[in-house]
């Protein structure tokens, strides 16, 4: 069963960019047929696609979000990466690595906290 | 694009038999498959249905669901309904974009 561990700064300054990595174990980031995307939660709100990324490099994102989001692999690490820039307030909120089918995600990270505050 | 819409909360009693619904805004809901996941507090979301009525292994036979293209909604059921099942349920589907989509999310409370 594939696992998925974020990690990152816990505290962004406005205006800059935030930027996170999740290590995948249990399979290999470049094995075809799996999305692996990232996805947040506003304190105490619902749940918000950011985007994922295909093995082949192949992504999609929120069109809300596309301007200022960037989400690669890195299959030497067996990693993928989240850059998010201009950072907000409004921007606060636990982030979730996920991974699965093209249609929606079936293993989720723990989820890592990020504060945008100076 | 289209909206899912979930009722903000639900509560029943322990033993009895609940269904929460995700209703499509435009567009079949037969068009894209519906997934649902469970959130307990503090914790990230699980899958507890997939591709429309699909249970995960390890998933109870107590969780289904199904669509009503009616209604144009799908539907999380959850039988025999225990304290452990108190939790958020989201729904999910995507567009013809391959984008995403979330409910808002329904809070269960088992009492």
């Known amino acids: 069963q594939v696992q998925l561990q974020e990690s990152g700064p816990g505290l962004v300054k406005p205006s800059q960019t935030l930027s996170l990595t999740c290590t995948v174990s249990?399979?290999?980031?470049?094995?075809?047929?799996?999305?692996w995307s990232w996805i947040r939660q506003h304190p105490g709100k619902g749940l918000e696609w950011i985007g994922y990324?295909?093995?082949?490099?192949?992504?999609y994102y929120n069109p809300s979000l596309k301007s200022r989001v960037t989400i690669s692999v890195d299959t030497s690490k067996n990693q993928f990466s989240l850059k998010l820039s201009s950072v907000t307030a409004a921007d606060t909120a636990v982030y979730y690595c996920?991974?699965?089918?093209?249609?929606?995600?079936?293993?989720w990270g723990q989820g890592t906290l990020v504060t945008v505050s100076s | 694009n289209f909206m899912l819409t979930q009722p903000h909360s639900v509560s029943e009693s322990p033993g009895k038999t609940v269904t929460i619904s995700c209703t499509r805004s435009?567009?079949?809901?037969?068009?894209?498959?519906v997934q649902w996941y469970q959130q307990r507090p503090g914790s990230s979301p699980t899958t507890v249905i997939y591709?429309?009525?699909?249970?995960p292994s390890g998933v109870p036979d107590r969780f289904s669901g199904s669509i009503d293209s009616s209604s144009n909604s799908a539907s999380l059921t959850i039988s025999g309904l225990k304290t452990e099942d108190e939790a958020d349920y989201y729904c999910?589907?995507?567009?013809?974009?391959?984008?995403?989509?979330f409910g808002g999310g329904t809070k269960l409370t088992v009492l």
């Open positions: 996920a991974s699965g089918a093209a249609a929606g995600p079936d293993y």
């Open positions: 249990g399979g290999s980031i470049s094995s075809g047929g799996y999305y």
């Open positions: 990324i295909y093995y082949s490099g192949s992504t």
């Open positions: 435009s567009g079949s809901i037969a068009s894209n498959y």
């Open positions: 591709e429309d009525n699909q249970r």
């Open positions: 999910q589907s995507y567009d013809s974009s391959n984008h995403w989509v």
